[in-house]
Protein backbone atom coordinates (compact mmCIF):
# COMPACT_ATOMS: atom_id res chain seq x y z
CA UNK A 1 0.00 0.00 0.00
CA UNK A 2 2.82 2.52 0.42
CA UNK A 3 3.99 2.42 -2.80
CA UNK A 4 0.57 4.34 -3.30
CA UNK A 5 1.82 7.32 -2.03
CA UNK A 6 5.15 7.77 -3.91
CA UNK A 7 3.33 10.17 -5.97
CA UNK A 8 2.64 12.57 -3.39
CA UNK A 9 4.64 15.27 -5.16
CA UNK A 10 2.35 15.63 -7.42
CA UNK A 11 0.26 17.98 -5.26
CA UNK A 12 3.37 20.57 -5.97
CA UNK A 13 2.68 19.81 -9.63
CA UNK A 14 -0.80 20.23 -9.54
CA UNK A 15 -3.68 22.67 -7.61
CA UNK A 16 -5.49 20.06 -5.35
CA UNK A 17 -9.22 19.19 -6.35
CA UNK A 18 -10.48 16.81 -3.18
CA UNK A 19 -12.71 14.16 -4.42
CA UNK A 20 -11.79 15.17 -8.28
CA UNK A 21 -12.10 11.57 -10.04
CA UNK A 22 -12.84 11.80 -13.41
CA UNK A 23 -9.86 12.00 -15.23
CA UNK A 24 -11.52 9.82 -17.93
CA UNK A 25 -13.66 12.84 -18.50
CA UNK A 26 -10.95 15.92 -18.74
CA UNK A 27 -7.71 15.61 -16.85
CA UNK A 28 -6.50 18.33 -14.53
CA UNK A 29 -3.99 20.35 -15.75
CA UNK A 30 -0.07 21.14 -14.01
CA UNK A 31 0.07 24.40 -12.98
CA UNK A 32 3.00 24.86 -15.47
CA UNK A 33 0.81 24.06 -18.05
CA UNK A 34 -1.70 26.64 -16.91
CA UNK A 35 1.45 29.13 -16.77
CA UNK A 36 2.85 28.96 -20.14
CA UNK A 37 -0.75 28.80 -21.67
CA UNK A 38 -1.42 32.17 -19.79
CA UNK A 39 1.85 33.49 -20.81
CA UNK A 40 1.27 33.01 -24.32
CA UNK A 41 -2.29 34.01 -24.27
CA UNK A 42 -0.66 37.36 -22.81
CA UNK A 43 1.82 37.74 -25.86
CA UNK A 44 -1.62 37.12 -27.71
CA UNK A 45 -3.26 40.31 -26.27
CA UNK A 46 -0.23 42.48 -26.59
CA UNK A 47 0.82 41.50 -30.28
CA UNK A 48 4.15 39.73 -28.98
CA UNK A 49 3.51 36.15 -30.78
CA UNK A 50 4.11 34.94 -34.17
CA UNK A 51 3.17 31.83 -35.79
CA UNK A 52 6.03 29.87 -35.87
CA UNK A 53 6.62 30.53 -32.01
CA UNK A 54 4.62 27.73 -31.76
CA UNK A 55 6.52 25.42 -33.77
CA UNK A 56 9.63 24.38 -30.90
CA UNK A 57 6.38 23.66 -28.90
CA UNK A 58 4.95 21.10 -31.07
CA UNK A 59 8.39 19.66 -31.89
CA UNK A 60 8.61 18.83 -28.36
CA UNK A 61 5.33 17.46 -27.91
CA UNK A 62 5.82 15.29 -30.69
CA UNK A 63 9.21 13.94 -28.90
CA UNK A 64 7.78 13.78 -25.78
CA UNK A 65 4.96 11.56 -27.24
CA UNK A 66 6.94 9.56 -28.97
CA UNK A 67 9.06 8.37 -25.90
CA UNK A 68 6.01 8.21 -23.93
CA UNK A 69 4.41 4.95 -26.62
CA UNK A 70 7.92 3.82 -27.64
CA UNK A 71 8.11 4.68 -31.20
CA UNK A 72 10.30 7.58 -32.91
CA UNK A 73 9.66 10.68 -33.44
CA UNK A 74 9.30 10.15 -36.80
CA UNK A 75 6.45 7.76 -36.52
CA UNK A 76 4.43 10.56 -34.55
CA UNK A 77 1.94 12.74 -36.05
CA UNK A 78 -0.16 15.79 -35.33
CA UNK A 79 -4.11 15.73 -34.92
CA UNK A 80 -7.20 17.42 -33.66
CA UNK A 81 -9.21 14.29 -32.31
CA UNK A 82 -9.04 10.56 -32.24
CA UNK A 83 -11.54 10.59 -34.96
CA UNK A 84 -9.24 12.15 -37.29
CA UNK A 85 -7.15 9.06 -36.88
CA UNK A 86 -9.50 7.00 -37.67
CA UNK A 87 -10.87 8.31 -40.53
CA UNK A 88 -7.51 8.10 -41.91
CA UNK A 89 -8.01 4.56 -41.57
CA UNK A 90 -11.42 4.16 -43.00
CA UNK A 91 -10.05 6.13 -45.94
CA UNK A 92 -7.09 4.29 -47.22
CA UNK A 93 -8.44 0.94 -46.60
CA UNK A 94 -9.59 -0.71 -49.97
CA UNK A 95 -13.51 -1.15 -50.45
CA UNK A 96 -14.74 -4.25 -49.43
CA UNK A 97 -12.29 -4.30 -46.27
CA UNK A 98 -14.06 -6.43 -42.82
CA UNK A 99 -13.23 -4.44 -40.17
CA UNK A 100 -13.93 -5.69 -36.97
CA UNK A 101 -15.03 -3.49 -33.62
CA UNK A 102 -16.59 -4.09 -30.12
CA UNK A 103 -20.19 -3.33 -29.52
CA UNK A 104 -19.33 -1.58 -26.58
CA UNK A 105 -16.52 0.61 -28.10
CA UNK A 106 -16.73 4.22 -28.46
CA UNK A 107 -18.34 5.58 -31.50
CA UNK A 108 -14.74 8.34 -32.59
CA UNK A 109 -13.70 4.79 -33.01
CA UNK A 110 -16.57 3.33 -34.63
CA UNK A 111 -18.09 6.04 -36.49
CA UNK A 112 -15.36 6.59 -39.09
CA UNK A 113 -15.52 2.95 -40.24
CA UNK A 114 -19.12 2.22 -40.66
CA UNK A 115 -20.40 5.86 -42.35
CA UNK A 116 -17.94 4.17 -45.15
CA UNK A 117 -20.40 2.26 -47.34
CA UNK A 118 -17.22 0.59 -49.08
CA UNK A 119 -16.50 -1.28 -45.90
CA UNK A 120 -17.75 -3.95 -43.75
CA UNK A 121 -18.03 -3.35 -40.27
CA UNK A 122 -18.63 -6.04 -37.90
CA UNK A 123 -19.34 -5.79 -34.22
CA UNK A 124 -18.79 -8.48 -31.34
CA UNK A 125 -19.01 -8.02 -27.66
CA UNK A 126 -15.84 -6.75 -26.31
CA UNK A 127 -14.61 -10.03 -24.45
CA UNK A 128 -15.03 -11.97 -27.56
CA UNK A 129 -13.31 -10.10 -30.18
CA UNK A 130 -10.01 -11.44 -30.02
CA UNK A 131 -11.83 -15.13 -30.15
CA UNK A 132 -13.96 -13.78 -33.55
CA UNK A 133 -11.06 -13.02 -35.68
CA UNK A 134 -10.25 -14.89 -38.43
CA UNK A 135 -8.58 -14.62 -41.96
CA UNK A 136 -11.52 -12.66 -43.30
CA UNK A 137 -10.66 -9.94 -40.81
CA UNK A 138 -8.73 -7.01 -42.82
CA UNK A 139 -8.57 -4.60 -39.63
CA UNK A 140 -9.38 -4.39 -35.75
CA UNK A 141 -10.12 -1.21 -34.51
CA UNK A 142 -10.09 -0.62 -30.48
CA UNK A 143 -9.70 1.33 -27.72
CA UNK A 144 -6.70 0.35 -25.23
CA UNK A 145 -8.96 1.13 -22.56
CA UNK A 146 -12.65 0.98 -22.70
CA UNK A 147 -14.36 4.60 -21.89
CA UNK A 148 -17.43 3.60 -20.33
CA UNK A 149 -16.17 0.99 -17.59
CA UNK A 150 -12.03 0.91 -17.95
CA UNK A 151 -11.97 -2.38 -19.01
CA UNK A 152 -7.94 -2.84 -20.26
CA UNK A 153 -7.87 -4.88 -23.77
CA UNK A 154 -5.02 -7.44 -24.05
CA UNK A 155 -3.07 -5.79 -26.78
CA UNK A 156 -0.03 -8.01 -26.30
CA UNK A 157 -2.33 -10.70 -27.72
CA UNK A 158 -3.88 -8.40 -30.53
CA UNK A 159 -0.56 -7.56 -31.35
CA UNK A 160 0.70 -11.18 -31.87
CA UNK A 161 -2.27 -12.46 -34.23
CA UNK A 162 -1.94 -9.14 -36.12
CA UNK A 163 1.99 -10.64 -36.55
CA UNK A 164 0.49 -13.90 -37.39
CA UNK A 165 -2.88 -13.37 -39.13
CA UNK A 166 -1.95 -10.20 -41.25
CA UNK A 167 -4.51 -8.24 -40.14
CA UNK A 168 -4.15 -4.11 -39.89
CA UNK A 169 -4.71 -2.81 -36.54
CA UNK A 170 -6.30 0.99 -35.30
CA UNK A 171 -5.60 1.33 -31.46
CA UNK A 172 -7.10 4.23 -29.72
CA UNK A 173 -5.52 4.63 -26.44
CA UNK A 174 -6.56 7.83 -24.86
CA UNK A 175 -8.00 6.42 -22.10
CA UNK A 176 -4.38 5.08 -21.68
CA UNK A 177 -1.90 6.89 -22.43
CA UNK A 178 -0.51 8.26 -19.41
CA UNK A 179 -1.02 5.19 -16.81
CA UNK A 180 -0.86 2.60 -19.05
CA UNK A 181 2.12 1.12 -20.56
CA UNK A 182 1.62 1.71 -24.28
CA UNK A 183 3.92 0.29 -27.21
CA UNK A 184 2.41 1.79 -29.91
CA UNK A 185 5.34 0.28 -32.37
CA UNK A 186 3.72 -2.73 -32.51
CA UNK A 187 0.44 -1.32 -34.76
CA UNK A 188 -0.25 -0.05 -37.71
CA UNK A 189 -1.61 3.04 -36.22
CA UNK A 190 -2.45 4.15 -33.11
CA UNK A 191 -4.15 7.48 -31.78
CA UNK A 192 -4.14 9.53 -28.39
CA UNK A 193 -6.20 12.83 -27.31
CA UNK A 194 -4.32 14.74 -24.57
CA UNK A 195 -7.21 16.34 -22.79
CA UNK A 196 -7.84 13.22 -20.62
CA UNK A 197 -4.66 11.14 -18.50
CA UNK A 198 -2.29 14.09 -20.24
CA UNK A 199 -3.69 16.26 -18.64
CA UNK A 200 -3.41 19.18 -21.68
CA UNK A 201 -5.59 20.98 -23.29
CA UNK A 202 -8.37 19.73 -25.62
CA UNK A 203 -6.87 20.48 -29.07
CA UNK A 204 -4.00 18.85 -28.60
CA UNK A 205 -3.81 15.15 -30.02
CA UNK A 206 -1.30 12.42 -31.75
CA UNK A 207 -1.57 10.18 -34.47
CA UNK A 208 1.11 7.57 -34.47
CA UNK A 209 2.23 5.40 -38.01
CA UNK A 210 4.26 2.29 -38.62
CA UNK A 211 6.90 2.53 -41.38
CA UNK A 212 5.19 -0.46 -42.86
CA UNK A 213 1.96 1.43 -43.28
CA UNK A 214 2.55 2.76 -46.77
CA UNK A 215 -0.91 1.95 -47.61
CA UNK A 216 -2.15 5.60 -45.45
CA UNK A 217 -2.82 8.26 -47.43
CA UNK A 218 -3.52 11.58 -46.13
CA UNK A 219 -7.34 12.74 -46.45
CA UNK A 220 -6.71 16.13 -45.32
CA UNK A 221 -3.14 17.48 -46.77
CA UNK A 222 -2.23 20.86 -46.05
CA UNK A 223 1.01 23.14 -45.42
CA UNK A 224 1.66 22.10 -42.32
CA UNK A 225 1.66 18.33 -43.53
CA UNK A 226 4.86 19.51 -46.05
CA UNK A 227 7.99 18.47 -45.93
CA UNK A 228 8.96 21.84 -44.99
CA UNK A 229 5.88 23.69 -43.98
CA UNK A 230 6.95 27.35 -44.06
CA UNK A 231 8.29 26.45 -47.50
CA UNK A 232 4.71 24.61 -48.59
CA UNK A 233 2.34 27.31 -48.03
CA UNK A 234 1.19 28.28 -51.73
CA UNK A 235 1.34 26.78 -55.07
CA UNK A 236 2.33 23.46 -56.01
CA UNK A 237 3.61 20.48 -56.53
CA UNK A 238 2.47 18.12 -54.39
CA UNK A 239 5.32 18.33 -51.25
CA UNK A 240 4.33 15.99 -48.35
CA UNK A 241 6.63 14.96 -45.57
CA UNK A 242 7.69 11.39 -45.95
CA UNK A 243 7.87 10.10 -42.78
CA UNK A 244 4.17 10.47 -40.14
CA UNK A 245 4.19 14.24 -40.57
CA UNK A 246 2.05 13.92 -44.14
CA UNK A 247 -0.70 13.77 -41.50
CA UNK A 248 -0.03 16.62 -39.62
CA UNK A 249 -2.98 19.06 -39.37
CA UNK A 250 -2.36 22.52 -38.57
CA UNK A 251 -2.26 22.63 -34.76
CA UNK A 252 -4.36 24.23 -32.60
CA UNK A 253 -1.26 26.79 -31.34
CA UNK A 254 -2.42 27.26 -27.50
CA UNK A 255 -3.37 24.00 -27.06
CA UNK A 256 0.17 22.74 -27.70
CA UNK A 257 1.30 25.69 -25.66
CA UNK A 258 -0.23 23.96 -22.48
CA UNK A 259 0.66 20.02 -23.60
CA UNK A 260 4.01 20.23 -23.66
CA UNK A 261 4.56 21.53 -20.12
CA UNK A 262 1.81 18.74 -19.47
CA UNK A 263 3.71 16.25 -21.00
CA UNK A 264 6.92 17.12 -19.84
CA UNK A 265 5.38 16.39 -15.79
CA UNK A 266 4.03 13.29 -17.00
CA UNK A 267 7.39 12.36 -18.64
CA UNK A 268 9.18 13.23 -15.10
CA UNK A 269 6.70 10.99 -13.36
CA UNK A 270 6.52 8.15 -15.68
CA UNK A 271 4.17 5.51 -16.62
CA UNK A 272 5.47 2.79 -14.72
CA UNK A 273 4.76 4.77 -11.44
CA UNK A 274 1.68 6.35 -12.81
CA UNK A 275 0.32 3.18 -13.06
CA UNK A 276 1.42 1.85 -9.77
CA UNK A 277 -0.31 4.74 -8.04
CA UNK A 278 -3.63 5.06 -10.01
CA UNK A 279 -4.20 1.39 -10.07
CA UNK A 280 -3.47 0.84 -6.58
CA UNK A 281 -5.66 3.70 -5.33
CA UNK A 282 -8.34 2.45 -7.74
CA UNK A 283 -8.09 -1.21 -6.80
CA UNK A 284 -8.11 0.39 -2.64
CA UNK A 285 -11.25 1.55 -3.71
CA UNK A 286 -12.96 -1.50 -5.28
CA UNK A 287 -11.70 -3.43 -2.25
CA UNK A 288 -13.77 -0.87 0.06
CA UNK A 289 -16.88 -1.87 -1.74
CA UNK A 290 -15.70 -5.42 -1.98
CA UNK A 291 -15.48 -5.48 -5.27
CA UNK A 292 -12.20 -7.78 -6.93
CA UNK A 293 -8.81 -6.22 -7.77
CA UNK A 294 -8.42 -5.03 -11.76
CA UNK A 295 -5.76 -4.02 -13.35
CA UNK A 296 -7.85 -0.17 -14.32
CA UNK A 297 -7.31 3.05 -13.15
CA UNK A 298 -10.67 3.00 -14.03
CA UNK A 299 -13.69 1.89 -12.15
CA UNK A 300 -17.75 1.61 -13.09
CA UNK A 301 -19.89 0.60 -10.84
CA UNK A 302 -23.48 0.56 -10.11
CA UNK A 303 -24.91 2.90 -7.31
CA UNK A 304 -27.85 5.60 -6.87
CA UNK A 305 -25.11 7.57 -5.10
CA UNK A 306 -24.80 10.31 -7.81
CA UNK A 307 -27.15 12.99 -6.20
CA UNK A 308 -24.76 11.92 -2.62
CA UNK A 309 -21.43 12.07 -4.63
CA UNK A 310 -21.93 15.59 -6.06
CA UNK A 311 -23.44 16.93 -2.93
CA UNK A 312 -19.96 15.99 -1.62
CA UNK A 313 -18.15 17.45 -4.15
CA UNK A 314 -17.20 14.29 -5.48
CA UNK A 315 -16.51 14.45 -9.42
CA UNK A 316 -17.58 11.51 -11.15
CA UNK A 317 -19.07 10.60 -14.80
CA UNK A 318 -22.16 8.65 -15.85
CA UNK A 319 -21.44 6.41 -18.36
CA UNK A 320 -23.39 3.85 -19.70
CA UNK A 321 -25.98 3.61 -16.91
CA UNK A 322 -22.98 3.13 -13.95
CA UNK A 323 -21.22 5.68 -12.11
CA UNK A 324 -17.30 5.92 -13.64
CA UNK A 325 -14.96 6.88 -10.96
CA UNK A 326 -11.00 8.21 -12.47
CA UNK A 327 -8.09 7.70 -10.21
CA UNK A 328 -4.72 9.63 -10.97
CA UNK A 329 -1.66 10.76 -9.83
CA UNK A 330 -3.07 14.18 -8.08
CA UNK A 331 -5.74 12.05 -5.93
CA UNK A 332 -4.63 9.90 -3.07
CA UNK A 333 -6.53 7.97 -0.37
CA UNK A 334 -8.31 10.79 1.48
CA UNK A 335 -10.00 10.36 -2.28
CA UNK A 336 -10.44 6.80 -2.19
CA UNK A 337 -11.74 6.77 1.25
CA UNK A 338 -14.46 10.08 0.97
CA UNK A 339 -15.85 8.04 -2.18
CA UNK A 340 -16.34 4.95 -0.88
CA UNK A 341 -17.72 6.26 2.59
CA UNK A 342 -20.14 8.01 -0.05
CA UNK A 343 -21.45 5.02 -1.95
CA UNK A 344 -21.71 2.37 0.75
CA UNK A 345 -23.98 5.02 2.76
CA UNK A 346 -25.91 5.37 -0.54
CA UNK A 347 -26.25 1.58 -0.60
Request: aromatic residues 8%; proline residues 5%.
Amino acid sequence: MSKMFELSQAHVEWTRVPGYLDTAAIGLPPRSAVTRLQRRIDEWTTGRVKPADFDPEVDRCRELIADLVQVGVESVGIVSQASVGAGVVAASLPAGSLVLCAEEEFTSVLFPFMQDPRLEVVTVPLVEMLDQIDSDVDLVAVSAVQSSDGRVFDLDRLAGMSEELGFRTFVDTTQACGWLPVEASRFDVTVVHGYKWLCSPRGAGFMTVSPSSDWLRPIAPNWYAGHDPWSSIYGPPLRLADDARRFDLSPAWFSYSGAVEALEVIASIGVSSANSHSVGLANAFRGMLGLESADSAIVSIETSAGPALAAEGIHVSARAGRARFSFYVYNDMSDVEHAADVVLAAS
